[in-house]
């Protein structure tokens, strides 16, 4: 009873653990083994000698040795533990009856786990084994967190420097290695500012490391933009890092630990970014927005700093389109390359050349002493533009017209000044080709009324403000009126009658003239259905209507038209459509298609203001035209002078030749009209038959059916 009482006070081990026993005398072996066995541990066997301690430790692969260190045979037991922790990761205890200086300072050689002086306790055994046992489970752990350390620190893809509290470097993965050039075994022990030499800004001046600034301070360093680390062998390689205290548990410092990381790529990569987006891909110039950014800045610098002066040019050339279309694109790019090392050759490495797209060139000029200087400028400029261009097989010559805007505190905005520019280099291509002209406060002027015009202008038709006048179109043969041309007038609520000259332009330019034809077509459709239902059958009048190039583009022109005719129940033979020659070359194969399919709806179409553009047999014998108007400054002189007069009967003869008809516009005297007869031209439009004609007054025409013209 009092055996099985003591057993199960017996604590049991933690963990039944195999133990090998190495023990000379036998029975000392089996009373530890017997001692081992009642504490629950497993004994695998037992040796007597150093080599069979070796060889049954290798077989029996214990979880710890008992060891004596006195045995039979050549290898004492401090041997022989040394053999056996060299091949097996496991626990030694001495167990011996030797406590002398010499035997305990060779044992401490194996490092072994304890060392129990014989005779000893059965509880002193069991707590020393399950102690080393715990302690052997725990360091099996830290070596392997080490490991797993030391493999996720070689493996990152950043840099890995550690130092200790005085800043000498302790460790470097093999990333910091190849970055610094330095090998760990030749870095450690040195000091860090030795092996990671850091520079920094664009002056590259030299910069504390940030190891020693968090040794001094505890806490995180980040490095500053643009820094570049010095390898061993003086290359400069940027870098960006940070950099942080070691500490344990108890907040005490152990040292310090900077990761870092080579960021030449994303410099590279970053920069190649900043290229594709801030500068032009064919010329290389800096590009709109890159040149906006800079002006904006230097349009806020202005307003900071007084005397900051600085000019806008915008570059545009002359010629380029008919290069283009000609010789094709690979000779236009060329031609532009050229234009920017032109443009660049004239220019301070301060000021700025960028390429806004198509053949638009914008400058900025820093510091300029006076709008003369800038002027100058523009001559050189248009000097170094004119030279030939040997491009491949093309000798080739050029001009620019050259807008200038000089920087002003009124200017709020870089839009601002580039539209300025933009209207100044348009005012130099109205003065002709190679030439260069400066904003200024007329052009202001105009400019602010051309707005307000252009807002004006889009209101007009939901605001009832236009009308239109008739101009009578006559029979040269009876002197009869045949129908009338259509001419749109604008009645301003303040500014009274705008002429269309002033307001036709602009709604050419903005796109307005679109719904203002539409508008007008529908106009004239009404009122020519309301007079034609006063008049008798047989008596039948026409109506034209001038038709902008604008519409060439939009493929709804001939749905919309078809639509105004069902509406106002207009014949469509009533209807004429007057286009320029400039329409139909612009946009040849549109105008080819719509012409076609508005002749099919039975409309008429006369080329007005004929010889004026670009008159060519082809294109008249390309499209189905029905009439050809004169213009009115071949008719002006017809009386008096005879080229004139060569020229009209050449376009008579033409039009004849072709089946057209033909109108004379701006007769003004029974000369020119006696001259216009006896050249064949069916009829004729001008003040010497009538001004145009308000519709009411056409109304008093239709109802006191006076449509002959009396010349007497």
């Known amino acids: 009873m009092s055996s099985l009482l003591s057993q199960q006070k017996r604590p049991a081990p933690v963990v039944s653990a195999k133990i090998l026993v190495v023990e000379d005398e036998g029975l000392i072996a089996l009373d530890i083994e017997s001692h081992l066995i009642d504490l629950g541990y497993q004994v695998p066997g037992i040796a007597e000698t150093g080599a069979d301690a070796i060889l049954l430790a290798l077989e029996a692969q214990p979880d710890l040795v008992l060891m004596d ?46 060392y129990i002086l014989k005779p000893f306790d059965p509880m002193d055994l069991r707590t020393s084994i399950e102690i080393a046992l715990h302690k052997h489970h725990f360091d099996q752990e830290v070596r392997q967190q080490k490991t797993w350390l030391h493999t996720i620190l070689a493996s990152i893809g950043d840099a890995v420097v550690a130092t200790d509290n005085q800043g000498s470097v302790t460790y470097m993965n093999r990333v910091a290695e190849s970055i610094t050039q330095w090998q760990q075994a030749e870095a450690l022990g040195k000091d860090v500012s030795d092996v990671i030499p850091l520079i920094t800004g664009t002056a590259k001046n030299i910069l504390e490391n940030p190891l020693k600034q968090v040794l001094r301070e505890h806490q995180e360093v980040v490095l500053p933009d643009n820094t570049y680390l010095i390898t061993k062998n003086q290359e400069e390689i940027p870098i960006d890092d940070s950099a942080v205290p070691i500490v344990d548990d108890q907040n005490q410092s152990h040292g310090a630990v900077i990761v870092f990381r080579d960021i030449t790529e994303r410099l590279e990569a970053n920069q190649q970014l900043f290229h594709h987006a801030y500068y032009d891909s064919l010329t290389n110039l800096p590009n709109r927005e890159l040149f906006m950014d800079r002006l904006q800045h230097l349009i806020n610098m202005s307003k900071r700093y007084v005397n900051h002066e600085f000019a806008v040019l915008f570059v545009d050339l002359d010629r380029f389109k008919m290069v283009n279309d000609s010789l094709g694109h690979p000779v236009g790019d060329k031609l532009l390359i050229a234009t920017a090392q032109r443009l660049q050759k004239c220019l301070r490495p301060t000021d700025t050349v960028a390429r806004f797209g198509g053949d638009e060139f914008a400058i900025l000029l820093e510091q300029i002493a006076d709008v003369n200087s800038v002027c100058t400028l523009a001559e050189r400029i248009n000097r170094e533009l004119g030279a030939p261009y040997e491009l491949g097989n093309y000798d080739l010559f050029n001009s620019a017209s050259i807008g200038i805007v000089q920087s002003n505190i009124r200017y709020a905005l870089a839009e601002e000044l580039i539209r300025d520019a933009d209207i100044a280099m348009y005012q130099a291509k109205t003065n002709g080709k190679g030439c260069y ?142 286009i320029t020659e400039s329409a139909l070359i612009e ?90 007869q006896s050249l064949g031209c069916e009829y004729g439009q001008g003040y010497y038959f009538d001004r145009p004609l308000t519709s009411e007054q056409v109304d008093k025409l239709v109802r006191e059916q006076a449509f002959k013209f009396c010349s007497e």
């Open 437 to 578: 002209a400066v904003f200024d406060a007329v052009m202001h002027t105009q400019v602010k009324g051309q707005l307000t015009l252009e807002n004006d202008l889009r209101r007009v038709i939901t605001d009832q403000q236009l009308t239109l006048h008739y101009q009578p179109i006559v029979s040269l043969q009876d002197q009869e009126i045949v129908g009338f041309e259509a001419l749109t007038r604008w009645e301003h609520p303040e500014k009274g009658l705008i002429p269309p000259g002033m307001f036709i332009p602009t709604a050419e330019e903005t796109g307005l003239i679109v719904p203002l034809d539409l508008w007008a077509i529908r106009e004239a459709c009404q009122q020519l259905r309301k007079w034609q239902d006063q008049l008798p059958p047989e008596r039948t009048l026409d109506v034209s209507v001038n038709l902008s190039s604008r519409h060439f583009s939009r493929p709804d022109l001939v749905q919309k038209i078809a639509a105004i005719l069902a509406e106002t129940k207009c014949p469509a033979t009533s209807l004429k459509l007057e």
């Open 587 to 676: 946009n040849p194969e549109s105008a080819a298609q719509i012409l076609s399919e508005l002749k099919t709806l039975g409309l008429r179409i006369h080329i007005d203001d004929f010889g004026t553009g670009y008159s060519s047999l082809s294109y008249l014998h390309k499209y189905d035209i029905d009439t050809l108007k004169v213009d009115r400054s071949f008719i002006q002189y017809i009386d008096r002078n005879a080229d004139r007069v060569e020229i009209v009967r050449t376009i008579v003869v033409l039009a004849h030749t072709l089946k057209m008809d033909v109108i004379a516009e701006g007769i003004e005297s029974a000369e020119q009209l006696a001259a216009v």
């Open 69 to 114: 260190i006195r045995l039979k045979g050549n290898i004492d037991g401090i041997q022989a533990a040394a053999k056996i922790t060299d091949k097996l990761d496991i626990p030694i205890i001495f167990l011996t009856a030797f406590a002398d200086a010499d035997t305990l300072n060779k044992a401490k050689q194996v490092s072994p786990f304890g």
